[in-house]
């Protein structure tokens, strides 16, 4: 019945996430009586951050920036496994979710452009035998591969993307998980020197994400290190985001710096910025809406006809299993 009370909406009619929370924490936080305090975090928000600007870390972290890569994009294969062709370069790289840099999708590649994301480490532990901390260059050892896949935004819009990476199970097997870890919590960098858009106060930063262990170990579950045959731009999630295709893309969480072993569900930012909204579990499923909109299409970057959404995002030979015996209405 939720269902039929839900009017079918076009994607541009829906208010993005920001623009919600903004609303709900402003009359929050007036009811607390807080009504200066707001405004002023409300200026500090998204697009409105000034761009970050070379901080006295520069000196510190060296001369070392990324040269730009020379390459230019390509990709293996021009088209997914059903047949989707891929999402052009400059959409992939020009239309993001990061909000670290800003809530405008089409804002975050220039805020991003001067990020440097090396040096960089990601620290291996929690519930491991072989808790290790990984230079990013050490990551190399696991072999690239080139992977196609779907990203399905909750927003109801999506893409088809040529990423470069390996199964996160493989560096999850070098830790050697013990028998009371159930569940992978991600943490991305907090840095609100280098992330303009963690000035805003609304979001309990840094970026968290987690998957049940089983999730994680799937071979679809990827650590990606670059995209259409470069290293990943900045707004990307370089220089390591996590890619799980059959979850709502804010599953996919950019900028890792940590990834801990736990035996309980992590809280995720989105669970903790409004839990009823975003679900621990965020699997693609055209039957569940969302409580503000349909979930049943999707508008394809670059295509005119809307898509119908397909359940977890058309992965399912693949991923099916893990929720047998679920109600996945209850575990959204
Ligand atoms: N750290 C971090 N990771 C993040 C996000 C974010 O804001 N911060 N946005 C998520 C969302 S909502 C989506 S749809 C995807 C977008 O990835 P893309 O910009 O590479 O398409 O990244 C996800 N990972
Ligand atoms: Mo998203």
Redesign the pocket.
């Known amino acids: 019945m939720l269902r039929r009370a839900l009017p079918t909406i076009s994607s541009s009619e829906i208010t993005p996430e920001s623009t919600y929370l903004t609303r709900m924490t402003r009359r929050g936080l007036l009811r607390a009586g807080a009504a200066a305090l707001g405004a002023g975090a409300l200026a500090a928000c998204g697009a409105d951050a000034p761009p970050p600007t070379a901080s006295s870390d520069a000196q510190t972290a060296g001369p070392i920036r990324p040269t730009p890569d020379p390459r230019t994009p390509t990709a293996s294969r021009q088209q997914d496994e059903l047949g989707g062709a891929l999402t052009p370069y400059a959409s992939?790289t020009g239309y993001?979710?990061?909000?670290?840099f800003s809530t405008q999708k089409e804002a975050v590649a220039t805020l991003a452009r001067d990020f440097n994301p090396s040096p960089w480490t990601v620290t291996v532990g929690g519930l491991v035998s072989n808790p290790r901390t990984y230079d990013i260059d050490d990551l190399r050892k696991f072999d690239q591969e080139e992977r196609i896949y779907r990203?399905r935004?909750?927003e109801a819009w999506s893409?088809v993307i040529p990423w470069l990476g390996f199964p996160l199970a493989r560096l999850l097997r070098e830790a050697g998980p013990t028998s009371q870890a159930k569940y992978v919590r991600f943490e991305?960098l907090n840095d609100p020197k280098r992330f303009p858009g963690q000035r805003d106060r609304l979001y309990q930063w840094p970026?968290v994400e987690g998957l049940r262990l089983d999730e994680a170990m799937n071979d679809l579950t990827l650590l990606a290190t670059g995209v259409y045959g470069r290293s990943l731009p900045p707004?990307?999630?370089a220089p390591l985001r996590l890619v799980v295709p059959w979850k709502y893309?804010?599953k996919?969480?950019?900028?890792i710096v940590r990834i801990d072993l736990v035996d309980a569900p992590p809280t995720s930012l989105w669970m903790a910025a409004n839990g009823r909204e975003y679900g621990f579990y965020a699997n693609v499923n055209p039957a569940v809406p969302h409580p503000r909109w349909l979930q049943d299409s999707e508008r394809r970057i670059g295509e005119l006809a809307r898509r119908k959404t397909l359940l977890f995002n058309g992965y399912e030979a693949q991923v099916a299993s893990l929720y047998a015996g679920m109600d996945l209405a209850r575990n959204y």
């Open positions: 992939v993001n979710n990061f909000y670290e990203l935004c909750v893409m991305s970026y707004q990307s999630g893309g804010f996919s969480i950019k900028s």
